[in-house]
């Protein structure tokens, strides 16, 4: 009777730091955990006081869409929007976010 043998591994390692930027390298999965961040960065971005009267953050398309309880606190936001574009891309780490509604 053979003895079978089993090919052995390779004796090469990886960090978890490069096996996960390899998997994070993958587009589809950037593309999803970039759309994550933009709506999870709003809060910290933006502070507690303009969260507090968010009602609801999603992103579609390249746009963050923003409802807001306030049409004060929405008019001021509008008026800011290119700056509010450019302080959410540097929190997310790349050019995500390119048009922002408030409703």
């Known amino acids: 009777m053979a003895i079978k043998r089993r ?3 390779k004796n090469t390692t990886q960090s978890l730091k490069d096996v996960l930027g390899e998997i994070m390298n993958e587009p589809k999965l950037r593309k999803g955990v970039m759309e994550f961040r933009a709506v999870h960065y709003w809060e910290k ?3 507690k006081s303009v969260a507090g009267i968010t009602k609801s953050v999603y992103f579609r ?3 963050l869409f923003v409802s807001l309880n306030s049409s004060v606190v929405r008019g ?3 008026m ?3 700056k509010i574009i450019k302080n959410m ?3 997310i780490g790349s ?3 390119k048009n ?3 409703k």
């Open 95 to 97: 050019e995500t976010i």
């Open 100 to 102: 922002i509604i408030f």
């Open 45 to 47: 971005v933006m502070g």
């Open 80 to 82: 800011l929007k290119d």
């Open 7 to 9: 090919p052995q591994r």
């Open 76 to 78: 001021e936001l509008v």
């Open 89 to 91: 891309n540097e929190a």
């Open 61 to 63: 398309n390249g746009t």
